[in-house]
């Protein structure tokens, strides 16, 4: 009987967390996961951008979301192909080799794809976004001397600093006047430059490509400000785009991903969405729709989603509280953001040292909206979990009190 099937497209961090959650609420019937990569043994994706050095030699790591013994406890059925369509009315899912599979409710997880580029001239431009993507450019640094990386974003940056060690000469290509320009404050973007900068990565901002011509070993680039440089391999780092080819079909409502409501349905009762691929009302908010690229994110909305999908006829879990949360390493300094700030918020800087600064962003009530980040290894983690709760109790904090290094952040903190 269908009612006791319940499928999840996608092997992510989405997907396999909501199996999981799925289990932990004593629902024992069938899990199918459907997936054409990594489905086996589902794997995280933050570490794919930065890599491990030993003596020389980088590594990719492959981190498994689960154990072994802990994806056999769960009791998934695993299916290892490509889902071609969705039939909405007849609940039912069409595979690529012509078989069919029904479900009772229906999760989608399918992620994001790395958003090409193509260069006229250029044989490959390196994407990443799965672990053959890692695998094909750390093949290809070991032989190359430079690189171009096109985007000053967080992958961008996190591959500037994952190449560096190889002994690669990084060129960073960045249209906007500055790193990072959409996720954190220009004084922190600042000091991740620097960083960059005191190791060998060298920046071109306000600029674009005007022609890759193809050399002996690699490529020759000149940026429209006239400036040439070599480089052997050629990466884009230009953000992603939600895979929502299969909720479209399906009559679906989609805008910047797989729109759902704050309990992470979709426009189809029976079918829920999670992760990196939807589109949801942040803080609760329908007017307020958000897509986020977050390892805490895509996990929250997993677990919602799999409650829901249980207990959709009766108490359900929102995500209204869900304050967006994420960070980067950027060689020994780590960056985190919580919160979202918008174009009235009043920001407020906090230096602690040269390289060890955060930014607020305050409502005109003076209510924390968000806070961002940096500092070498992991000093910046205690500010960023007390800005969280500051932002999660909606305590007024005067601008003065944010700004001064000597006030515990945590002291701001209503009782």
């Known amino acids: 009987m269908i009612d006791d099937i319940f499928v999840i497209i996608g092997a992510g ?7 999981k959650k799925l289990r932990d609420l004593s629902f024992d019937d069938r899990v199918i996961m459907i997936a054409d990569e990594s489905v086996q043994q589902p794997y ?27 994806l056999a406890d769960l009791h998934i059925e695993t299916i290892n192909t490509r889902v071609t369509s969705i039939d909405k009315t007849e609940k039912t899912i069409w595979l690529e080799d012509g078989s069919s599979l029904q479900y009772h409710k229906l999760l989608l997880a399918m992620g994001a794809s790395a958003r090409q580029l193509t260069l006229n001239g250029a044989d490959e431009v390196y994407h990443l976004r799965d672990v053959n993507d890692a695998k094909n450019l750390r093949d290809a640094a070991k032989n190359a001397k430079s690189a171009l990386i096109i985007g ?5 940056l996190e591959l500037a600093a994952s190449l560096v060690p190889s002994g690669v000469k990084v060129h960073v290509v960045e249209m906007a006047d500055r790193l ?11 000091i991740v430059q620097d960083l960059h900068e005191a190791n060998g990565v060298k920046f071109h901002f306000s600029s674009h490509i005007v022609s890759c011509e193809k050399q002996d070993d690699g490529y020759q680039i000149t940026l429209d400000d006239g400036t040439c440089f070599d480089a052997d391999i050629l990466v884009a780092g230009i953000g992603s785009i939600a895979n929502t080819d299969l909720a479209k079909d399906a009559g679906l409502m989609v805008e910047n991903g797989i729109t759902v409501d ?12 999670a992760g990196d691929c939807c589109n949801f009302p942040l803080y ?4 307020n729709p958000t897509r986020l690229e977050s390892w805490q994110a895509a996990g929250t909305h997993a677990d919602i989603a799999a409650f829901n999908m249980l ?13 967006p949360w994420f960070w980067s390493e950027q060689y020994d300094h780590v960056l985190q953001v919580v919160g979202i700030s918008n174009v009235d918020s009043v920001t407020t800087e906090r230096a602690y040292s040269d390289d060890y600064h955060i930014t607020f962003a305050s409502s005109a009530k003076n209510q924390l909206q968000s806070a961002c980040g940096i500092a070498p290894q992991t000093k910046i983690a205690k500010d960023i979990r007390f800005a969280m709760k500051l932002i999660e109790a909606k305590t007024p904090v005067t601008i003065e009190a944010l ?6 952040i945590k002291s701001l903190i209503k009782k």
């Not at 961090?13 to 199996?19: L, P, Q």
């Not at 790591?61 to 072994?68: A, D, G, W």
């Not at 609760?284 to 007017?287: C, F, Q, S, T, V």
């Not at 006829?313 to 304050?323: A, F, S, V, W, Y």
């Open 13 to 19: 961090h989405a997907g396999i967390r909501a199996a």
């Open 44 to 70: 995280e994706r933050p570490p794919l951008s930065k890599w491990s050095h030993e003596n020389g030699t980088s590594n990719v790591e492959v981190k498994p979301i689960f154990s072994t013994e802990i």
């Open 152 to 156: 000053g974003g967080f992958i961008g």
């Open 180 to 190: 990072l320009g959409r996720a954190v404050d220009a004084n922190v973007a600042k």
């Open 262 to 273: 704050r309990f992470m349905q979709t426009s189809n009762p029976h079918i829920f969405a």
């Open 284 to 287: 609760g908010d329908a007017k």
């Open 311 to 323: 207990h959709s006829d009766g108490e359900r879990e929102n995500c209204d509280k869900l304050i």
């Open 403 to 408: 700004a001064d290094p000597n006030i515990g």
